[in-house]
């Protein structure tokens, strides 16, 4: 048996990183040049019921704690003239700890023997070339064809289309993402109001969000209920105007709050969600699966990588355990994949629906309250 993975992201990975602990050869493709041809995202919180089971899957629980960012399970809720609601210290036993993503990567293709991932692969067409093999076309003209064949190629995935013709859908909700760095110096107004951890200063249709990353930075997520033609209209190639239209839609909230966009010391970066249909599944196609995003993208809710690193875990896992029957491991991870992520999307979906409410609604205290049923957490006198 041999694998071929397309995407080197956090499921990919994952999943070249099992079958390498247990013996199977595999070769990732990656659209991207190089390791740091980009910037990997923020915080991660790997939660001890999906990502930290892939971690241990993949023999790299002891690494996975040196890159664990101590104190960063504090959480924040704030109402929007600043009042805090809840200030959750991190006294070190939550079952979430946090990580840079980019560093999480760096971990997994550390793991994994050299040239297993092949930079600068982007995929042009895949296509299916009978008895469950399939032939992937990249960019630079080359092919390769394989027996088995895995997208872990995120939203817009390529190899999807051999498996179910659905398309991701914008949900209405986008982010802009700014930095700011050497925060308790420069901006000790708005680093006070993160705190150590997170902050969450929701209301309906939109909220701002931070974590305090490494080296005393904040990281600002404002969340915006909007159409894709209203964020069109935002010059982004301006950041002093882009962020000023955006903090516009945040007049009368505490300063404090809107400084975490207006004082960005990076331009406003627009990140809008998509996601596929509720439920999305496909029936089995001989030789091809998908995880992670490519599989089941849903709202940002803070599960989408621990789901694609479970993902690549336990398919690695299927796939050792039936080294003979290849069809019999897809299935097999197939029939768990479906329903867990329909779980969570219906779960993130009542969620969104909840914190949306009616005009008037205190959307800080609801989300308290929904905070408060699952943690037993109390808020602020």
Same mark, same amino acid.
């Given at each position: 048996?041999?694998?071929?993975?397309?995407?080197?992201?956090?499921?990919?990975?994952?999943?070249?990183?099992?079958?390498?602990?247990?013996?199977?050869?595999?070769?990732?493709?990656?659209?991207?040049?190089?390791?740091?041809?980009?910037?990997?995202?923020?915080?991660?919180?790997?939660? /001890?019921?999906?990502?930290?089971?892939?971690?241990?899957?993949? =023999?790299?629980?002891?690494?996975?704690?040196?890159?664990?960012?101590?104190?960063?399970?504090?959480?924040?809720?704030?109402?929007?003239?600043?009042? $805090?609601?809840?200030?959750?210290?991190?006294?070190?036993?939550?079952?979430?700890?946090?990580?840079?993503?980019?560093?999480?990567?760096?971990?997994?293709?550390?793991?994994?023997?050299?040239?297993?991932?092949?930079?600068?692969?982007?995929?042009?067409?895949? *296509?299916? $070339?009978?008895?469950? +093999?399939?032939?992937?076309?990249?960019?630079?003209?080359?092919?390769?064809?394989?027996?088995?064949? #895995?997208?872990? @190629?995120?939203?817009?995935? *390529?190899? %999807?289309?051999?498996?179910?013709?659905?398309?991701?859908?914008?949900?209405?909700?986008?982010?802009?993402?700014?930095?700011?760095?050497?925060?308790?110096?420069?901006?000790?107004?708005?680093?006070?109001?993160?705190?150590?951890?997170?902050?969450?200063?929701?209301?309906?249709?939109? =909220?701002?969000?931070?974590?305090?990353?490494?080296?005393?930075?904040?990281?600002?997520?404002?969340?915006?209920?909007?159409?894709?033609?209203?964020?069109?209209?935002?010059?982004?190639?301006?950041?002093?105007?882009?962020?000023? +239209? #955006?903090?516009?839609?945040? @007049?009368?909230?505490?300063?404090?709050?809107?400084?975490?966009?207006?004082?960005?010391?990076?331009?406003? #970066?627009?990140?809008?969600?998509?996601?596929?249909?509720?439920?999305? %599944?496909?029936? *089995?196609?001989?030789?091809?699966?998908?995880?992670?995003?490519?599989?089941?993208?849903?709202?940002?809710?803070?599960?989408?990588?621990?789901?694609?690193?479970? /993902? =690549?875990?336990?398919?690695?896992?299927?796939?050792?355990?039936?080294?003979?029957? #290849?069809?019999?491991?897809?299935?097999?991870?197939? =029939?768990?994949?479906?329903?867990?992520?329909?779980?969570?999307?219906?779960?993130?979906?009542?969620?969104?629906?909840?914190?949306?409410?009616? @005009?008037?609604?205190?959307?800080? %205290?609801?989300?308290? /309250?929904?905070?408060?049923?699952?943690?037993?957490?109390?808020?602020?006198?």
């Amino acid at each position: 048996m041999h694998v071929t993975i397309i995407g080197a992201g956090l499921g990919g990975l994952t999943l070249a990183r099992v079958l390498h602990v247990h013996g199977i050869p595999a070769a990732v493709y990656e659209a991207e040049p190089s390791p740091m041809a980009r910037m990997q995202g923020g915080m991660l919180d790997i939660h /001890d019921y999906n990502g930290q089971l892939a971690v241990e899957a993949a =023999g790299l629980t002891e690494e996975f704690r040196g890159l664990v960012l101590e104190g960063r399970q504090a959480m924040r809720i704030l109402e929007r003239d600043g009042t $805090v609601l809840l200030d959750k210290a991190d006294d070190g036993t939550g079952g979430r700890p946090e990580v840079q993503r980019g560093e999480l990567r760096r971990m997994l293709l550390d793991s994994l023997p050299a040239g297993t991932v092949h930079w600068g692969h982007k995929v042009t067409g895949v *296509r299916a $070339v009978g008895d469950g +093999r399939h032939e992937v076309a990249f960019a630079d003209g080359t092919t390769v064809t394989t027996g088995l064949l #895995v997208g872990a @190629d995120g939203a817009w995935s *390529r190899v %999807r289309p051999l498996l179910t013709p659905a398309k991701p859908e914008y949900t209405g909700e986008s982010f802009v993402e700014v930095y700011l760095f050497d925060a308790d110096t420069r901006h000790p107004a708005a680093a006070k109001a993160v705190g150590g951890g997170s902050m969450m200063a929701p209301a309906r249709h939109r =909220g701002i969000f931070a974590h305090r990353e490494a080296g005393d930075t904040l990281h600002t997520y404002v969340s915006l209920t909007r159409p894709l033609a209203w964020f069109d209209a935002v010059d982004f190639t301006d950041p002093a105007a882009a962020a000023a +239209r #955006v903090a516009a839609e945040f @007049d009368g909230w505490a300063p404090e709050l809107t400084a975490l966009i207006t004082d960005g010391d990076t331009a406003p #970066v627009l990140r809008p969600h998509y996601t596929l249909p509720l439920g999305h %599944r496909w029936e *089995r196609v001989p030789g091809v699966t998908l995880l992670g995003d490519a599989a089941h993208l849903m709202p940002a809710n803070g599960e989408g990588a621990n789901l694609a690193m479970l /993902d =690549g875990a336990e398919l690695g896992l299927a796939l050792a355990a039936h080294p003979d029957d #290849v069809e019999a491991a897809l299935a097999e991870f197939e =029939g768990t994949m479906f329903p867990r992520a329909a779980k969570v999307a219906a779960e993130s979906l009542e969620l969104n629906e909840l914190l949306s409410g009616e @005009d008037g609604e205190d959307t800080a %205290r609801i989300l308290m /309250d929904a905070f408060e049923a699952f943690t037993g957490a109390v808020r602020q006198s």
